[in-house]
């Protein structure tokens, strides 16, 4: 009779085999796997991002804090990205788990660290995914505008009701096309990502051709380059943790591991190629949009505070003329809904990896039958992405500027502790070969130590109600308030959870460990 190996199912302890990296706790979460190929994941990862959203977001509020330097901190921001980046390679090829930087940390470094570290993740994610609808939108009522000719449709957006109620609308359907899985993830994003590509493209031929045709063009120079002409170093910091957010989101890549082909190498690779391709796009875009209308503070310059916030909004007539411009509010508003969608992914998952290791209640465990998606993670993650945005409009006005601030923080947060991680995790491997010393130690030691040293600073100038917004609550600055805030509600979240689940908390289910060094053949 033939022997079948038993299929591992949800829940399942994966046993190891005593080789590098193996561990004896890992569990199965019940995941389509093999829906993704290496292709199919580096759009992904570029979608999360959504460099258009970024693009129009940030260009502005990165060049009123570093002006001209504008292209030398994109650069300096993609530094630490890229030593992460390794580090989440490594951690992935020893353990391709869906809780990435959760599941690493608490390999690492145990169970408080860990859970905190997951919530970084959930939390900045929320943040995104709400700011990634509130610019939907404001896109789907500007070219509703541009379509029907209409200023009052235009103006629709200014209603605070309808904003909301689109905004909602907008969440239920990018919840409900993640819930479906990964398959009608990416057939979606295909054509999503390509029309962003082809858009900026064209903007950046146009912007360049365009060139000296404005009042505040200015002419190309080397020294846009150079991080070191930034006047302040408070400045520099400011406009580094735009950066920083601006390439977010390609962890995304790790987070589908247990659904890719090749688990343990592919979502390093695609990690790296969506890397590749943003922060050619980003130069690009940096330097021809300054070129063409420069980064001051007057008429079409970049850090124009009248348009800053949203900046493919003024320069789409200028610089694209009438029809094409209108292509320029599709690209933001495909920007903005692809990424809406495959934001979810990474949220979702790690939620279902912790309440699998019974850190979260044992519910989000639910994976869908036929999707296999971890539904109620998608669903309670929509519904909190909602109920984040509404609350936040309806108190500030100003919560697209101060959240996006804020959750500059939180990917300092979470990447430095899994870089971090990474190094701890490898040490008995560090010198046992030039390879491993560079990529599981020095590159995500220094990439680790460059986002702390943002993260410190940046939390020091958040306390200044002139970062971000300016606004203030009993004289604290909104950004501190909101990121610490949310930082806290997690500690108070996780010692809840340290009541209802022990078992997690005392190092039971998820044991820390350093994999024993064995000497290759």
């Given amino acids: 009779m033939t022997q079948v190996e038993a299929r591992p199912q949800a829940g399942d302890t994966v046993r190891g085999v ?38 129009t977001s940030t260009l502005g509020s990165t060049a009123g804090e570093v002006g001209l330097q504008m292209p030398a901190v994109f650069l300096a921001g993609f530094l630490p ?16 788990d869906c809780g990435t930087s959760f599941t690493w940390t608490v390999k690492a470094f145990g169970p408080k660290i860990g859970w905190m570290c997951g919530w970084g993740l959930v ?20 070219l509703a505008g541009e379509i029907t000719g209409s200023e009052s449709v235009a103006a629709l957006d200014d209603n605070k009701a309808v904003h909301i109620v689109t905004c909602l609308a907008l969440i239920a359907v990018a919840t409900a096309i993640s819930y479906r899985g990964m398959t009608a993830t990416k057939g979606v994003q295909y054509a999503l990502v390509g029309l962003q590509l082809v858009v900026l493209a064209v903007f950046v031929a146009l912007a360049l051709s365009k060139a000296g ?13 150079n991080p070191f002409a930034v006047q302040s170093f408070a400045a520099f910091t400011a406009g ?43 130069l690009a875009t940096g330097i021809a949009a300054q070129m063409a209308v420069g980064s001051g503070d007057q008429g079409l310059g970049l850090a124009n505070p009248e348009t ?169 600055g909104s950004v501190f308030v909101i990121a610490v805030g949310l930082l806290l509600l997690g500690a108070v979240i996780m010692l809840v959870m340290q009541r209802r689940s022990p078992a997690f908390f005392r190092g039971e289910v998820l044991t820390k460990e350093t994999p024993s060094l064995v000497v290759a053949d």
């Fill in 240 to 282: 580094l943790s735009l950066s920083i957010f601006m390439y977010w989101g390609w962890d995304a890549c790790m987070a589908t591991n247990e659904e890719t082909t090749g688990s343990d190498k592919t979502p390093g690779r695609a990690a790296l190629i969506a890397m590749v391709v943003l922060v050619g796009s980003y």
């Fill in 308 to 476: 800053s916030d949203n900046v493919f909004a003024a320069l789409a007539g200028p610089v694209m003329g009438p029809v094409l411009g209108v292509f320029l509010f599709v690209a933001v508003l495909a920007s903005a809904a692809a990424s809406l969608q495959t934001t979810f992914i990474p949220v979702a998952r790690t939620v279902l990896a912790m309440s699998t290791y019974e850190a979260l209640p044992k519910s989000f465990t639910k994976v869908h039958p036929v999707f296999k998606t971890p539904g109620k993670a998608t669903v309670v993650a929509g519904v909190a992405t909602g109920a984040f945005y509404t609350v936040m409009t309806l108190v500030s006005e100003h919560v697209l500027v101060d959240t996006i601030y804020a959750l500059g923080l939180m990917i300092c947060f979470y990447y430095g502790i899994t870089a971090f991680a990474c190094v701890w995790y490898f040490r008995a491997e560090l010198f046992r070969s030039f390879r491993d010393l560079a990529f599981k130690g020095l590159m995500p030691a220094l990439g680790g130590l460059m986002l702390t040293a943002v993260f410190g600073k940046t939390l020091y100038d958040m306390w200044d109600p002139a970062y971000g917004s300016g606004s203030a609550v009993f004289g604290v």
């Fill in 81 to 96: 990205m890229l030593l992460v980046a390794f580090a989440y390679r490594e951690l992935n090829k020893a353990m391709p």
């Fill in 123 to 142: 939390i900045a994610t929320i943040i995104v995914l709400s700011n990634l609808a509130g610019v939907a939108t404001s896109y789907f009522w500007l």
């Fill in 18 to 55: 005593n080789a590098p990296g193996d561990t004896q706790d890992m569990r199965k979460k019940g995941l389509g796997g093999n829906s993704v190929g290496l292709l199919g994941n580096a759009v992904i990862g570029i979608s999360t991002v959504a460099p258009v959203y970024c693009l």
């Fill in 213 to 225: 045709s404005f009042e505040t063009s200015v002419d190309f120079s080397w020294s846009w380059m």
